[in-house]
């Protein structure tokens, strides 16, 4: 058995901290290995990175997700005790309650729902000085997705319940009010659709066969049972949360075409195809999710390493997106390249790797493309803006990173009455 890079420190929960999506590939780098061991919040963990790496995470038979996610993620980004820790049968059968919703005719849906969203902002957007994107884009898909689930939102609660959606996203990486921020937005949540859930059951609300309000409050586990109210609820919101969440990808997609100003002429241009190479770069390029954890399930060697049973293991999403073995110049943004991309399940991982139905791999990864192109599709053909002055910086520390200003836009025209 080969040693693993073994860092000396005692624990480097700080340098976590202090590094955001660079810690892993930092020492990868200067270990020259895409695998090391080292110690975060107490415990040894082994961080990897890669297209193997992530071939070996996705390995069912070696990892179990069960105690690996911190409780502090449950109670905000996850939810508790729901699919994200689930194992084997039960969570095959779960993770189908999922993929069901996305059947081509209801993506369809979701990106004509989108569309109608975005067009429904316009008139005030004309009107107003500025906007903020990021703040108008959690409306616009907090709307959306509830339209789609089924939820019904009233006018006056949509920038609250957006906001909630988000700041559950917004605590992953934080301590201190941020991470508290996250679980009263979790606990209002939950609150809000668990209340719709009953109405759904007791008949007060009647539901669309096809919505993901159907599915969770009739969905029968392997026993036979409907969830409980409290676990419908958590996975009613593992739909619309990062449904809402998609607003990161669109700021980050709006920087991208003004730091690209090229790429906006061509996708005025372009049909859906380009618009996938775009969105896909977009998924790749900018940080959001910086690692994935699960657990050795029993103890096993790989490459002459030894796993032991129990260890949590850390799988590099960033620096996997940002692989030199598997992107060319990678640091550079450039959509083309997902011209001769062949779709390989273990080199881009934004959203996990894998297979959907038998791992843990985003069953939403379909619905991410379909609302970032009908966005993008809105923000690029429907509308011209200007960018005026501002930080158009984001940190590689803060988890998730965010586009610092927000990004915002003035002088919004409609795309045929500015030409
Ligand atoms: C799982 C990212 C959008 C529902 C995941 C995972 C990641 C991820 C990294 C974990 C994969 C793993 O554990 O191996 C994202 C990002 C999104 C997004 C960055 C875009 C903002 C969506 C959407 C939905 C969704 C739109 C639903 C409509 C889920 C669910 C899981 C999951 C239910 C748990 C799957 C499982 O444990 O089997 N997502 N996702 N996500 N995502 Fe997404």
Known sequence: VTPIPREQTLDNSLALLKEGYQFIPNRCQSYGADIF??????????????????????????????GAAPKRIQKTLFGENAIQGMDGKAHEHRKQLFMKLMTEERLQRLSEITTEEWR?????????????????????????????????LEESEVKERADDFWDMVDAFGAVGPRHWQGRKARKRGEAWIKKVIHQVRDGELKADKNTALFAMAFHRDLNGEHLDSEMASIELINVLRPLVAITNFIAFSVLALHEH?????????????????????VRRYYPFGP????????????????????????????????????????????????????????????????E???NHRCPGE?????????????LTKEITYQVPDQVLSYSMVRMPSVPESGMVLNEIQKFEEAK
């Open 37 to 66: 061991e080292t110690r975060l919040l107490g415990e040894k963990v082994i961080c990897m990175s890669g297209e193997e790496a992530a071939e070996l995470f996705y390995d069912k038979e070696k990892f179990t997700r069960k």
């Open 366 to 378: 379909w619905a991410t493309l379909r609302v970032m192109k009908a966005s993008l599709d809105f």
């Open 120 to 152: 429904r902002k316009f008139p005030a957007w004309q009107k107003a000085e500025k906007v903020v994107l990021f703040q108008e884009a959690k409306e616009v898909l907090c709307r959306a997705a509830c339209r789609w689930a089924g939820v019904p």
């Open 291 to 354: 690692f994935l954890g699960a657990r050795v399930r029993r103890g096993f060697i790989w490459n002459d390493i030894k796993f032991e049973k129990g260890r949590l293991v850390l799988l590099d999403i960033y620096g996997t997106n940002h692989d030199p073995r598997l992107w060319k110049e990678p640091d550079k943004f450039y959509p083309e390249r997902f011209g001769d991309w062949n779709g390989g399940l273990f080199d881009l991982i934004p959203q996990g790797g894998g």
């Open 261 to 281: 100003p090229q790429y906006r002429n061509q996708l005025q241009e372009a049909d859906d195809d380009f618009f996938e190479m775009f969105s896909q770069e």
């Open 356 to 358: 959907y139905y038998k």
